[in-house]
């Protein structure tokens, strides 16, 4: 093994692994009495496969846990140190930010907002956003985020499907030195929605909006209402928020996560991930309409009383070395990023990060998709200075919380760069072939976790039936999370990407499925299919090949207007980097796509390894389909 990547922390505590080895159950148990309960549980898990519920009879509040139990040691402590993309800055302490959060959570309770109702967030990177979802959190309403480079439909479609009767956005946002005006793309989003009863507008970028009977400013809401306000005492099991995120079928999913499990997985795995400290200054890159801010910005370090760095807009803006200067100023000792964001930073030189002062770093975090070894040796030397361990933590919306990932906060272990190590402690993986077995070590199979976990997400919302298809009928009694992996003979994971039709484009998940009905639902398409290819920074790119129905003349227009109308179906972060026009998709007897053929032509590639290609068709057919497509293919 090659030790040459052991960075000690000093800490070496196998008991927990032990603990966790010995009794799963007890374990866990033993991590949620670290958190506050206002009533302890009376069973710890009701496994009714495949719904878990964790802690049951427990009354907790994510709320009181992030501020009120760090308020009562250490008010003045600073939770929030923003920084907007044009350079405005603000702070917040701990009392401060209980004081805002109680003062919206009355807010909601004054357009009727109650335990159990759905909120739509939909905010740029600033302090409301933590604040919005900590003040749901505080009375039970349940909060569902949606990123703001998502569009009007996409919003449209969420906000009907969890029936959210507020919405919190703000007039624009700020990127790449452009405003986003969130407020219009609410109103487009919400004009035949009538269930929505208000909107909170907050001013951010004071952009011209048009203000309706339905809207409430931030400032006249929360300005008259109390600071106070008491964190309701909710069941363990209740919701604490809808994400949505892209499958392999039609619309994305709405994955609902509890409160007292979320919470227990999410204050264990920071602390053994970041080996947290009160002296430490995290920042985490990734924005909150994605899990891994839910986890990892919001619940995980605010359990914690961490002091962290908020940034609005994008790391390489106005200047390439925008994240060396916040890192240097604000001396941030734990970094928690995305291969995509180092393959770019990588691509603009080491003089650029040599040139800043960044030894305050002590450890280095990566998520969301596979890292390259080159790219994790280039954060450990040139960022790391090969004196900080490189955290590859692998996890999904639905887990809530990293499964997979060094925990220098426990112990020391040798890394290896490009793998994620190995499970956290108290959580069960293995290795499977099709039918469940487990492949020798060294072999590619696909991820699975044979336990629950607290994290685990509680169901789809409304859709409980698509929860055991979706995650648990590939294997029986096993979470299938839809990864490739190889485990090594030292137990260590390597994840290998997804195993299904999920793309991650720039750390972004979004499903082909998805996009091929965005494409088909404009008046010219009769039928699409999306791939994505390999790209050196964003990890994937989105490739794109349409028919169009009888009598449609394809021209560069239709083209851009065809981008244009996935920029408006789903979002910008969305939009293809190749659009080809063919007169029909190469598919097998049954009618499967042969995606290799599209990914072939894509990459002007021979096919190659015909035999293995699709087992359902010969290779001539194989051959006679390529050669047909190639010849009707129209790039423009
Ligand atoms: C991928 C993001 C390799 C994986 C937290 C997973 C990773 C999907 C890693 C979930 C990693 C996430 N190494 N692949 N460290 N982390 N992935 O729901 O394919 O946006 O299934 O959650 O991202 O994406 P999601």
């Given at each position: 093994m090659d030790s040459g990547y052991t960075i000690g922390l000093g800490n070496n505590d196998s008991r927990t692994r032990i603990d966790a080895n010995e009794d799963g159950i007890k374990f866990w148990e033993t991590q949620a009495s670290k958190l506050y309960w206002f009533e302890k549980w009376h069973t710890a898990l009701e496994w009714n496969p495949p719904f878990a519920r964790w802690f049951v009879g427990g009354k907790t509040n994510a709320s009181y846990n992030a501020l009120d139990v760090i308020v009562k040691k250490n008010p003045k402590k600073k939770a929030i140190i923003w920084e907007g993309e044009d350079g405005s800055k603000r702070e917040f302490t701990y009392e401060e930010l209980l004081s805002e959060v109680s003062r919206l959570a009355n807010g909601l309770k004054s357009l009727g907002v109650k335990k159990g109702d759905r909120v739509t967030i939909y905010l740029p990177m600033v302090p409301e956003l933590i604040i919005s979802l900590l003040a749901c959190a505080r009375i039970g309403a349940i909060h569902t985020v949606i990123f703001s480079g998502f569009s009007a439909k996409s919003i449209q479609d969420r906000v009907d499907d969890s029936k959210s009767k507020v919405i919190i956005t703000a007039d624009g946002g700020r990127r790449r030195g452009s405003i986003i005006k969130l407020k219009d793309i609410v109103d487009e989003a919400i004009k035949d929605l009538n269930f929505v009863e208000n909107v909170i507008v907050l001013t951010h970028t004071n952009n011209p909006i048009t203000i309706t009977q339905k809207d409430k400013k931030w400032k006249d809401l929360v300005g008259i209402m109390s600071s106070s306000c008491d964190a309701e005492m909710l069941d363990s099991t209740h919701p604490l928020y809808i994400l949505y995120t892209s499958g392999t079928t039609g619309k994305p999913k709405g994955v609902l996560h509890g409160t007292g499990g979320y919470l227990t997985h999410l204050y264990s795995t920071f602390q053994w991930i970041f080996d947290i400290k009160d002296s430490d200054v995290y920042f985490c890159t990734a924005d909150i309409g994605w899990v891994t801010g839910h986890s990892y910005i919001v619940y995980g370090p605010l359990?914690?009383?961490?002091?962290?760095?908020?940034?609005?807009?994008?790391?390489?803006?106005?200047?390439?070395?925008?994240?060396?200067?916040?890192?240097?100023?604000?001396?941030?000792?734990?970094?928690?990023?995305?291969?995509?964001?180092?393959?770019?930073?990588?691509?603009?030189?080491?003089?650029?990060?040599?040139?800043?002062?960044?030894?305050?770093?002590?450890?280095?975090?990566?998520?969301?998709?596979?890292?390259?070894?080159?790219v994790w040796k280039w954060y450990f030397k040139i960022i790391g200075k090969e004196k900080c361990p490189i955290i590859d933590t692998w996890w999904q919306t639905e887990t809530g919380g990293a499964l997979v990932s060094p925990v220098p906060g426990l112990e020391t272990i040798p890394l290896k760069p490009g793998s994620a190590t190995r499970p956290v402690p108290g959580v069960h993986l293995s290795v499977v072939d099709e039918h469940g077995k487990d492949v020798k070590n060294d072999s590619k199979g696909y991820l699975v976790v044979t336990k629950p976990w607290p994290g685990m997400l509680l169901t789809l919302w409304g859709d409980d039936e698509k929860y055991k298809t979706v995650y648990w009928s590939k294997y029986k009694d096993m979470y299938y999370p839809g990864d490739y992996a190889i485990k090594d003979k030292d137990g260590y994971i390597w994840m290998l990407g997804r195993a299904d039709d999920v793309l991650k484009v720039a750390g972004h998940r979004l499903g082909t499925a998805e996009l091929e009905s965005a494409f088909v639902s404009h008046p010219s398409v009769a039928e699409s299919a999306v791939c994505g290819i390999h790209h050196e920074v964003k990890g994937e790119s989105i490739i794109s090949f349409v028919v169009l129905k009888e009598g449609i003349i394809p021209t560069v227009l239709l083209k851009e207007d065809l981008i244009n109308h996935i920029r408006k179906t789903i979002g910008p972060i969305a939009a293809p980097d190749q659009l080809h026009f063919v007169k029909k998709l190469p598919k097998t007897r049954s009618g499967k796509i042969m995606r290799r053929l599209l990914k072939a032509i894509a990459k002007n590639e021979q096919i190659g390894d015909i035999s293995t290609l699709e087992d359902e068709a010969s290779v001539d057919e194989v051959k006679a389909a390529f050669a047909e497509l190639k010849q009707t293919l129209q790039k423009f």
């Open positions: 359990m914690h009383g961490t002091t962290q760095i908020m940034y609005e807009g994008a790391l390489d803006f106005p200047t390439p070395s925008r994240i060396w200067e916040i890192i240097s100023r604000y001396k941030v000792t734990i970094l928690y990023t995305t291969p995509t964001a180092l393959r770019m930073f990588m691509k603009f030189g080491d003089e650029l990060p040599n040139s800043y002062t960044l030894s305050s770093l002590r450890l280095l975090g990566t998520v969301g998709e596979p890292i390259n070894p080159e």
